[in-house]
C-alpha cells in the first residue's frame, strides 16, 4: 500500500519505518530539510534503539521529503503524526495536526484515509475530517480514522512492531476495513471502536498509567514514614493479577513526553466539560511534589547546597532516550544552582540537549567517576545501567562526602549496606554506613 507520514518525530517516524518493515511503500514528510536530509542518509534525527538499523534496511520501501503534496497526493493512507505538545493551560496545542489536515484538503488527488496517529483531544477526529472535507481542492472521498499509538520511547520499535493491540477508530467500514489490511502482518489484537472512544483508549490509558505511577509513589512516601519497603509491597502487590506487576516501580515522579501532557490534557477536557476529574488531577498533584523529593531529601544532610559540589547522575527522563521533556532535573538543577551548588551533570545521551537549556552553569561530566570526584551530595536522576551497575565502593572513594540520594532506587539496600556512604532512596530505609554522622 502507498502510505504517507506526517512528521518524523517518535510517533511518525517509528511508524513510518514499522510500516515500511510490513512492506508497505512509504513516504516519511516533515517540513525540517535537515532531518529530512540526514534520513535520506540513513541517519535517525532521533535516539531510539534499533530505529536507524530497521530504517536503514528498509530504504527501498522509504523515502523522506519535505514535498508534502507530492508525497499526498496519490496516498491510499495518510498517518498524522505530528506534535501535540501542552499549551500553558494545559490544554493541547493542536495546530501542528490542523496544518497537516489543510495540507492533506490542499493535496489529495484520490479517495484516501486519514489516520490520526497523533494524541488528540476527544473529538478532534471529528474535526479534522470537518477540516479536510471543507478544504478539498479534488472531488475525492476521505475517511479519517483513529489509531494511537502505545510506543514507549527507548522500546518504540518493539512497541510498534509487537504492539499490545491495534486500536482503530472509524465511523464507516471502508476505512476500517483498509486499516486492517494495513496491519495485515501485525499480530496483535484489533480493536474496533467508533472516534470517539478510540481517542479516549489512549488518553485513558496513559492517564491510568501515570495513576499508577502516582498512587506507587505516594505509598512509597508513606513507606519511609511508618517503616515499610516499597520494594517489597510493590513486590507483593504485583503477584494479583488484577494490580500486575509493572508500573509500580517508585521514583521521583513521571517525565517524558506523554503522562505529564496527557494527564493535563484529559482534566482540561474534563473541566471544559464541567466535570472534574478527580483521580487524574490527585496523579498530576502527586508528580509535581515527587518531582521535588530529592531536594527535600537533601535538606536532611545539607541546610543549603550553597558552595557544595552536586554531583547529578542521570538526566533524561528516563533511560534509553535522550530525551529531556519533562525530565525531573530541568525543575531540579535550576533549584541547586538557585541555592548556589557547584553542579555537575553525567548522562550517557542527554548531555548535548540539556546543553541547549543550561549551556555555562552546569559542568558536563564524560563519566560518572569524574562526576563524583569531591562532590558533596550526589543525586542520581535516571536508572541508566551505568549507574546501576557503577562499584559502590567508589562512591566513598571519589566523593568528599559520599551522600547519595537516588530517585530511581538503583541499588539493592543489601549491596548497599556493606558500602561507606549514605543511601537515600525512595520509599525504602536509609542506609547511613559513614562513622562520622553528617547528620
Ligand atoms: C509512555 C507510555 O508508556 C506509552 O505507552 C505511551 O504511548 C507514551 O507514554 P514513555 O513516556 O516513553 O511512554 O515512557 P514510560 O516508559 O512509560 O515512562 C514514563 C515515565 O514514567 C518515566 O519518567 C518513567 O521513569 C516513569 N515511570 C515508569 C515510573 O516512575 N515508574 C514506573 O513504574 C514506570
Same mark, same amino acid.
Given at each position: ?6 512528521? @518524523? ?70 498517518? $498524522?503524526?505530528?506534535? @501535540? ?7 493541547? #496545542? ?6 497537516? /489536515? ?28 470537518? +477540516? ?18 502505545? &510506543? ?8 510498534? +512492531? ?50 499508577? $505511577? ?7 512516601? +508513606? ?7 516499597? *520494594? ?10 488484577? $494490580?500486575?506487576?509493572?508500573? +509500580?516501580? /517508585?521514583?521521583?515522579?513521571?517525565? =517524558? ?10 482534566? %482540561? ?50 533511560? =534509553? ?8 532535573? &530541568?525543575? #531540579? ?11 555537575? /551533570? %553525567? ?29 558533596? $551530595? ?5 536508572? %541508566? ?27 539493592? &539496600?543489601?549491596?548497599?549496606?556493606? /558500602? @561507606? ?5 525512595? =520509599?525504602? *530505609? ?10
Amino acid at each position: 500500500m502507498k502510505i504517507a507520514v506526517a512528521g @518524523t518525530g517518535y510517533v511518525g517516524l517509528v511508524t513510518g519505518v514499522c510500516l515500511a518493515e510490513n512492506g508497505h511503500s512509504v513516504t516519511c514528510v516533515d517540513i525540517d530539510d535537515r532531518k529530512v536530509a540526514l534520513m535520506k542518509a540513513g541517519v535517525s534525527p532521533i535516539y531510539e534503539p534499533g530505529l536507524e538499523e530497521l530504517m536503514v534496511s528498509n530504504m527501498e520501501r522509504l523515502d523522506f521529503t519535505t514535498d508534502y503534496k507530492g508525497a499526498y497526493r496519490n496516498a491510499d493512507v495518510i498517518f $498524522i503524526g505530528v506534535g @501535540t505538545p501542552e499549551k500553558s493551560d494545559g490544554s493541547a #496545542n493542536l495546530s501542528y495536526v490542523y496544518g497537516v /489536515a489543510e495540507q492533506i484538503a490542499a493535496s489529495i488527488e484520490k479517495d484516501c484515509v486519514v489516520v490520526v496517529k497523533s494524541t488528540v483531544p476527544i473529538g478532534t477526529n471529528d474535526k479534522i475530517e470537518g +477540516l479536510i472535507k471543507s478544504n478539498l481542492k479534488n472531488n475525492v472521498n476521505v475517511y479519517v480514522a483513529s489509531n494511537p499509538e502505545f &510506543l514507549a520511547q527507548g522500546t518504540a520499535v518493539r512497541d510498534t +512492531l509487537h504492539t499490545s493491540r491495534i486500536v482503530i477508530g472509524v465511523e464507516d467500514k471502508i476505512p476500517g476495513n483498509i486499516l486492517k489490511e494495513v496491519y495485515n502482518n501485525f499480530n496483535a489484537p484489533i480493536v474496533v471502536t467508533n472516534r470517539k472512544s478510540a481517542e479516549m483508549i489512549k488518553y485513558a490509558s496513559n492517564d491510568f498509567l501515570a495513576l499508577k $505511577i502516582s498512587f506507587i509513589n505516594e505509598i512509597a512516601n +508513606l513507606c519511609e514514614i511508618i517503616g515499610a519497603n516499597i *520494594e517489597d509491597v510493590a513486590h507483593g502487590m504485583g503477584y494479583d493479577n488484577r $494490580i500486575g506487576n509493572k508500573f +509500580l516501580n /517508585a521514583g521521583i515522579g513521571y517525565g =517524558g513526553s506523554c503522562f505529564p501532557k496527557d494527564t493535563k490534557a484529559l482534566h %482540561w477536557l474534563a473541566n471544559f466539560h464541567d466535570y472534574e476529574l478527580r483521580t487524574v488531577k490527585a496523579a498530576i498533584d502527586v508528580n509535581e511534589n515527587q518531582k521535588l523529593k530529592l531536594i527535600k531529601k537533601s535538606r536532611k544532610y545539607f541546610d543549603s547546597l550553597k558552595g557544595l559540589n552536586v554531583a547529578v547522575l542521570g538526566l533524561t527522563f528516563k533511560p =534509553g532516550t535522550d530525551d529531556l521533556r519533562e525530565a525531573p532535573t &530541568l525543575v #531540579n538543577i535550576p533549584l541547586m544552582l538557585e541555592d548556589g551548588a557547584n553542579v555537575k /551533570a %553525567w548522562d550517557p545521551v542527554g548531555i548535548e540537549n540539556f546543553k541547549k537549556v543550561h549551556p555555562e552553569d552546569v559542568t558536563y561530566c564524560y563519566s560518572i567517576e569524574e562526576t563524583l570526584k569531591d562532590a558533596d $551530595i550526589c543525586f542520581i536522576f535516571t536508572e %541508566w545501567d551505568q549507574v546501576k551497575h557503577f562499584d559502590l565502593t567508589n562512591y566513598s572513594k571519589l566523593m568528599k562526602n559520599p551522600i547519595v540520594i537516588d530517585g530511581r532506587n538503583c541499588y539493592d &539496600l543489601e549491596s548497599v549496606k556493606d /558500602a @561507606t556512604m549514605v543511601y537515600d532512596s525512595i =520509599g525504602r *530505609e536509609t542506609i547511613h554506613n559513614l562513622e562520622v554522622s553528617l547528620i
